[in-house]
């Protein structure tokens, strides 16, 4: 159990709907990182929020936004669903913002768009 | 940018050892990262390099050379357990991990 925890562990839903992805990340842990992981594809980095504030942006479609809290959870909201956005989002958190850290990955949102 | 390459699949059998090669091309990087992954599971943390050579955790040891732009894993005394993807990240600087495609490796009996 790495600390970080994601809900919920399933999502279905239908093209065109928006659905909302919720991360917390482990305790004193002020990085959170989203990723998106496609069947036989690697990971993907998105977004990564250090303490409230964007911190660096990866390959994440416009139709995709984040947000970290004062609470430092993090929330992944995913809007005009496409078929090809079903996949697994995984939230990772570590302690500082930069690339040196080891990030702690949570279990994981498996996301099927029907 | 950064091209990370690694085989695709390996097969060993149990208590036999394996390594599993990292090839990148990258401007310069702080260190290089291992992370296990079962299917459909999160990815965990193995090892960082920062240095050239081997560092050694118990069954499972890994080793950078920045010269060369290669990093291995190596796994001994391998069990059934041990069959996963093995994904490595190297974290550029001023930017954020590249994974590369992971190797799925499979341990037989």
């Known amino acids: 159990d790495s600390g970080v925890t994601q809900t919920p562990k399933h999502l279905i839903t239908a093209t065109g709907q928006r659905v909302t992805l919720r991360c917390s990340p482990r305790?004193?842990?002020?990085?959170v990182y989203w990723y998106q992981q496609s069947l036989d594809q690697g990971l993907q980095f998105l977004i990564q929020?250090?303490?409230?504030?964007?911190?660096a942006k990866g390959n994440i479609l416009e139709r995709f936004s984040a947000q970290q809290f004062p609470d430092l959870h993090s929330e992944l909201n995913l809007s005009s669903l496409e078929l090809g956005d079903s996949a697994l989002y995984f939230c990772?958190?570590?302690?500082?913002?930069?690339?040196?850290?080891?990030?702690?990955f949570g279990p994981g949102t498996r996301l099927t768009v029907l | 940018g950064q091209n990370i390459d690694q085989p695709t699949e390996m097969t060993a059998t149990e208590g036999a050892i394996v390594q599993i090669n990292c090839t990148y091309q990258t401007s310069g990087f702080n260190g290089l990262f291992w992370y296990q992954q079962h299917a459909g599971e999160a990815p965990t943390f193995l090892s960082y390099n920062v240095l050239d050579g081997l560092e050694e955790k118990g069954r499972f040891s890994s080793f950078l050379s920045r010269s060369k732009g290669y990093s291995y894993l190596l796994l001994k005394e391998l069990q059934m357990k041990d069959s996963a993807s093995y994904l490595c990240?190297?974290?550029?600087?001023?930017?954020?991990?590249?994974f590369g495609p992971g190797t799925r490796l499979s341990v037989l009996p």
């Open positions: 305790s004193g842990d002020l990085s």
């Open positions: 929020y250090y303490n409230g504030e964007e911190r």
């Open positions: 990240a190297v974290a550029p600087y001023g930017q954020n991990f590249v």
């Open positions: 990772a958190s570590s302690s500082g913002a930069t690339s040196t850290d080891t990030q702690y």
